[in-house]
C-alpha cells in the first residue's frame, strides 16, 4: 500500500525510524526481560520512566481541551501512579529523593516540553508513541520481569498493567480511528510522522544509556553481566 492511499494511522504503524543506538537499546531490552539488570538496576528503569512521563502527563493536562490533541487525553492511560507504586515498592518511602535523571531522559524531558504543551500534532506524537507502544507490548513484558525478577502478587510491575482498560486491543483500534479522522492538512501530519520519529530517538537514547555503567562504551547485555557478577561476589 502507498503512503498515498494508506491511512495515516497504518503511516505512523509502518513507520520506521533508524538510529545508531537502536542496537544498544535492543540489547538492553533483552537484559531486561532476562532479569539480568539487578532489581536495583530494574528500578532505575522504572525512575528514568517516571522522569519521562512526569513531563508528558503534564502537557496532557494542557491539552486535555485542545480541540486535537484533547479526545486522546485518558487518564486511563496515566502512568504516573502505577510508577510511583512500583518505586515505592521497589526503593521505599523516599524512593523520590533517589532518582535523578541521565543525559538522556534529560535530553527526552527537554524535547518535551518544547513541543508537547504548545503543539498539538507534535504532543500527539509523543503520545502516540509512548502510549499505544506500552498498551501493546507492555502486558508481555510485564510477565517476563515479574518471573525474571521474582515480583509477586504485582508489587514492582504495575506499570505494565493497564487496570482501566478492560480490552487495550479495542482501544488501541479506537485511539487508531481517531488518528484516521485527525483535522490536520498533509504538512502537519508530515511533521507528526516526523516527530513519531524524534521520539524514537529520543526513546532508544534513555534504553542505550540505560544499558551502559557510567563511562562504559559496551553494549548493555555486556554491561548487564559485568553488574549481575558483582553483584554475585558481593
Known amino acids: 500500500m502507498s503512503t498515498a492511499t494508506a491511512s495515516f494511522s497504518t503511516r505512523l504503524r509502518t513507520f520506521t525510524w533508524l538510529d545508531h543506538q537502536a542496537a544498544a537499546a535492543d540489547r538492553y531490552g533483552s537484559a531486561l526481560v532476562a532479569g539480568e539488570l539487578g532489581r536495583d538496576g530494574y528500578a532505575d528503569h522504572l525512575a528514568q520512566h517516571y522522569l519521562i512521563y512526569e513531563v508528558l502527563e503534564e502537557a496532557a493536562d494542557a491539552m486535555r481541551t485542545d480541540p486535537v490533541a484533547g479526545p486522546f487525553v485518558d487518564d486511563a492511560l496515566n502512568r504516573l501512579p502505577a510508577l510511583r507504586a512500583d518505586l515505592e515498592f521497589l526503593r521505599g518511602p523516599g524512593w523520590a529523593r533517589q532518582i535523578t535523571p541521565r543525559r538522556a531522559t534529560d535530553d527526552y524531558r527537554a524535547r518535551l516540553r518544547e513541543v508537547c504543551s504548545r503543539t ?97 562504551d559496551r553494549p548493555a547485555s555486556a554491561a548487564a553481566f559485568a553488574r549481575s557478577r558483582r553483584l554475585t561476589a558481593r
Open 120 to 216: 498539538p500534532a507534535w504532543f500527539l506524537a509523543h503520545h502516540y508513541t509512548r502510549y499505544l507502544g506500552d498498551l501493546s507490548h507492555g502486558l508481555l513484558i510485564g510477565e517476563a520481569v515479574t518471573k525474571a525478577y521474582g515480583l509477586t502478587g504485582g508489587d514492582g510491575t504495575a506499570f505494565y498493567r493497564f487496570d482501566a482498560i478492560r480490552d487495550p486491543h479495542g482501544y488501541e483500534s479506537v485511539y487508531r480511528e481517531r488518528l484516521d479522522v485527525l483535522p490536520l492538512d498533509e504538512t502537519t501530519r508530515a511533521g507528526l510522522v516526523g516527530e513519531v520519529g524524534v521520539a524514537h530517538r529520543h526513546t532508544y537514547a534513555v534504553l542505550a544509556e540505560l544499558g551502559r555503567e557510567p563511562g562504559d
